[in-house]
């Protein structure tokens, strides 16, 4: 990888870029399946979504293989890549509930213990899955079965709306209401999404 092109991806994302060697490399490539052991090309720790879309087009305009990390829990090890971009989403942590609407909006770098933990302060809980230590948004795309599947659906049921950032770098809200093609509510066919808005119920 040119260096000048590194830095110039440094220069527009507000996350840590970390390359082979760096500290902090090898613990950000590491997930918990010890017989994945992948060493991607540039990591991008990203800190929201702009950080997220110049990683997506930097990736395209350099032709990277491209992998996308929230918990970090696939066991197929589909969170990493070897020797292309790895865009972590681990560290976006935002969350907001709202608990008149019933809603929270959620960023995907959140596991479901964190997002239980914002929900019950105000006594409200969403279909998710049963190992809190699993990331929000891989389980939701990947369906999300959980202990409240039989009376609410699965985690994918109940996501009212995304921010998605499209495989040619936009950036596009989508619900019911705006890109519904880009719409992912009962299924798990998009390239990449932010979760954003979640529907909740009472406890």
Request: hydrophobic share 40%.
């Amino acid at each position: 990888m040119d260096h000048s092109a590194i830095q110039q991806l440094r220069a527009r994302v507000r996350g840590a870029l970390l390359c082979p060697g760096q500290d902090g490399y090898d613990a950000a490539r590491t997930i918990p399946n010890a017989m994945i052991d992948r060493r991607p090309a540039l990591i991008v720790r990203c800190t929201g979504a702009a950080d997220v879309v110049a990683s997506v087009c930097f990736a395209r305009q350099h032709n990277l293989l491209v992998a996308v990390r929230g918990g970090g829990h696939s066991v197929a090890g589909k969170s990493v890549c070897e020797a292309g971009l790895m865009i972590d989403l681990s560290t976006m942590k935002g969350m907001r509930v709202d608990c008149v609407g019933r809603t929270a909006r959620a960023e995907t770098g959140l596991t479901l213990g964190e997002f239980d933990h914002e929900t019950q302060a105000f006594g409200l809980v969403t279909p998710l899955g049963v190992v809190s230590r699993t990331g929000i948004a891989g389980l939701t795309l990947g369906g999300g079965w959980g202990h409240l599947h039989a009376k609410h659906g699965l985690a994918l049921d109940n996501v009212i709306g995304a921010d998605v950032v499209t495989a040619d770098g936009k950036l596009l809200i989508a619900n019911a209401r705006e890109n519904a093609d880009h719409a992912f509510r009962g299924s798990a066919r998009l390239n990449g999404v932010l979760p954003r808005e979640i529907g909740l119920t009472r406890r």
